[in-house]
């Protein structure tokens, strides 16, 4: 069941490299349904918010609750979308890899958020094309 929902987050991240982003997609599934998906957009929109986690629930639009989904993100949640997990008390987040940015992990984990890394190949080799093409970019990114 990862698999099929995890794909949209990966079509995410390749969608946000196609357009000049940095290659990061999340989705939002519930049920078993994908209720939306997004990619970093930060650089095409000059927005610093519009990392893809934010993106993915800006796409998903208002909800009554977040307590019944899951997210999956292409790469481990920075502090800033790790705290709108916390903030919509998202329980579950599925992560294609962790090796290239270690993100909060450890932070969601300690509020009770069920983590699974996936240390999926294709994530991290986007990420690591990525960081070695465009070091400042990716740097200002995450706020360094």
Not at 43 to 66: F, K, N
Request: aromatic fraction near 4%.
């Amino acid at each position: 069941m990862h698999a099929e929902h995890f794909k949209a987050a990966r079509q995410a991240a390749r969608a946000g490299a196609g357009s000049g982003g940095i290659p990061i997609g999340a989705a939002l599934v519930r049920d078993g349904k994908l209720v939306a998906t997004g990619h970093n957009e930060r650089v095409q929109q000059s927005d610093p918010t519009a990392h893809a986690e934010i993106a993915c629930l800006r796409a998903a639009g208002r909800q009554s609750t977040y307590r019944d989904t899951v997210l999956y993100s292409t790469l481990a949640p920075c502090a800033m979308c790790t705290g709108a997990i916390i903030q919509f008390q998202i329980p579950c987040v599925i992560v294609g890899e962790a090796e290239t940015f270690p993100g909060e992990l450890d932070l969601l984990r300690s509020r009770g958020v069920d983590v699974v890394v996936l240390n999926d190949p294709e994530c991290i080799n986007l990420m690591l094309d990525f960081q070695q093409s465009n070091p400042g970019l990716w740097a200002e990114d995450i706020g360094r």
